[in-house]
């Protein structure tokens, strides 16, 4: 009668930790698919950083070009059109620094 009960309790041990293990291996499963998502967007972080930089510097340029042609421009209509350009720059950089707070 031991040896029916000692069994029993042995075969409920065995699965139960036949069920633990099911568990173990479907939540190292979801690790794994949670670490590739994560580099996944890390590197989609870093190109969107990377063309964030590129676009601020192309920003700086036209705005400095805006700037040191206005201050050659002698016509009006130039200069209105440049201080626009540089207005419209100024608010690109203000976008892109904005992003990264």
């Known amino acids: 009668m031991i040896i029916i009960i000692f069994s029993l309790i042995l075969l409920l041990l065995a699965y139960f ?20 998502k994560n580099s996944i ?15 601020r510097q192309e920003a700086n340029t036209v705005h400095l070009y805006a700037s040191l042609s ?10 209105e059109k440049q201080s626009q350009i ?6 690109i950089l203000e976008l892109l620094n904005s992003e990264k707070v």
Do not use: F, M, P, W
């Not at 967007?41 to 676009?55: R, S, T």
């Not at 206005?70 to 200069?79: A, C, D, Q, Y």
């Open 17 to 36: 930790l036949y069920v633990q293990k099911k568990k173990v291996i479907s939540l190292q499963q979801q690790i794994g698919d949670l670490q590739n």
């Open 41 to 55: 967007l890390e590197k989609q972080e870093l190109a969107a950083e990377q063309h964030n930089d590129y676009l």
């Open 70 to 79: 206005l201050e050659e421009t002698r016509k009006t209509s130039i200069k």
């Open 86 to 91: 540089i207005r419209s720059s100024e608010h």
